[in-house]
């Protein structure tokens, strides 16, 4: 038996959970704020438009949520998806409407998307297989002209970039996972990105109890009746805390390493695959793109 989703996990996480357990604070803290700012500094966005939660799929429905999609609205998404896409979309009342993907890369082409896009059409909602960016830029300037929104499930594509541009912040918003069986692992975790800082902010609501002022602590004595929460929108406990995010710090600063032993994996696969009669290897990918080679 070969564990395909065995964790690269070491000393130096353990002794990050150690600082964690030395803290006196396991819950939502200073270390996820911290884990917030990294993650933002690793995809070359601002701090403002990250939010940790606590699963990639509870992203994808505050994704659907903040989006306001609704009966009669529309999302098109890859026929080769994540179950929890097009639930986000149906939990809402939304109509998934399914496009094909290209039989080499299996990511969505741009002209399979066009195809789907209607006047009822709201969001496109890709991810990235495997981890390869695929069509995403030619498919953000689609939703662009078309002015719907695109959603990137970047769960695969974690050290993801095309031009540059790291996959999950091509469109309005983008979800990422830690869960365990990724490449960065905090257990169970993930990170929404929003375009809009706005929108980043009603994500950190509708994450946390619908809580308008998130810490009244920081507040206390600068203002009368500081201890008095105003509750906004209907929001639920998606919020990560201390213990992932310590885990989560730890494993970004060994995430190049791990696409680096990732790559050299691939490329041994492909050099020993391409002679295998009834065998295509996976395609090589475009010029400037990167992959985080989640899956060969
Ligand atoms: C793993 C995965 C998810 C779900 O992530 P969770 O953090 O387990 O909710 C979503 N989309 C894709 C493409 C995935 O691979």
Redesign the pocket.
């Known amino acids: 038996m070969i564990n395909l989703f065995e964790p690269v996990l070491g000393e130096e996480e353990l002794a990050a959970i150690g600082e964690v357990f030395a803290d006196g604070w396991l819950g939502k803290g200073k270390r996820t704020r911290a884990f917030e700012a990294a993650f933002a500094d690793h995809l070359g966005v601002a701090e403002e438009q990250i939010v940790s939660v ?7 429905f505050l994704a659907t949520e903040l989006l306001e999609i609704g009966p009669g609205d529309e999302v098109v998404l890859p026929s080769v ?5 097009a639930n986000a979309v149906a939990a809402r009342g939304g109509k998934p409407v399914f496009c094909d993907v290209d039989a080499d890369t299996l990511n969505p082409g741009t002209a399979e998307i066009a195809r789907r896009i209607g006047p009822a059409t709201k969001a496109v909602l890709v ?3 495997g981890g390869c960016p695929g069509d995403v830029a030619t498919i953000a300037a689609l939703c662009r002209e078309h002015g719907i929104a695109l959603v990137e ?5 974690v050290a993801s970039r095309a031009a540059g541009t790291a996959c999950g912040t091509f469109g309005d918003l983008g ?8 490449i960065l692992v905090t257990g ?3 990170m929404l990105y929003a375009k809009d800082p706005a929108l980043a902010r009603r994500a950190a609501e509708l994450a946390y109890l619908g809580l308008r002022q998130l810490s009244g602590y920081a507040e206390a004595g600068t203002r009368k009746r500081w201890w008095e929460f105003d509750v906004g929108p209907f929001g639920r406990r998606s919020v990560t805390n201390d213990i992932c995010s310590a885990i989560g710090m730890v494993q970004l600063g060994k995430l190049p390493s791990f696409v680096r032993r990732r790559r050299e994996i691939c490329r041994r696969y492909d050099a020993r695959l391409a002679a295998v009669p009834g065998l295509r290897v996976p395609p090589r990918m475009p010029p400037g793109h990167e992959s985080s080679y ?1 899956f060969y």
Do not use: P, Q, R
């Open positions: 606590n699963s990639c799929t509870e992203g994808l998806s994540f179950v929890g896409a991810l990235h297989y499930d970047a769960a695969c594509a979800v990422w996972s830690f869960d365990a069986m990724k169970d975790g993930g989640y």
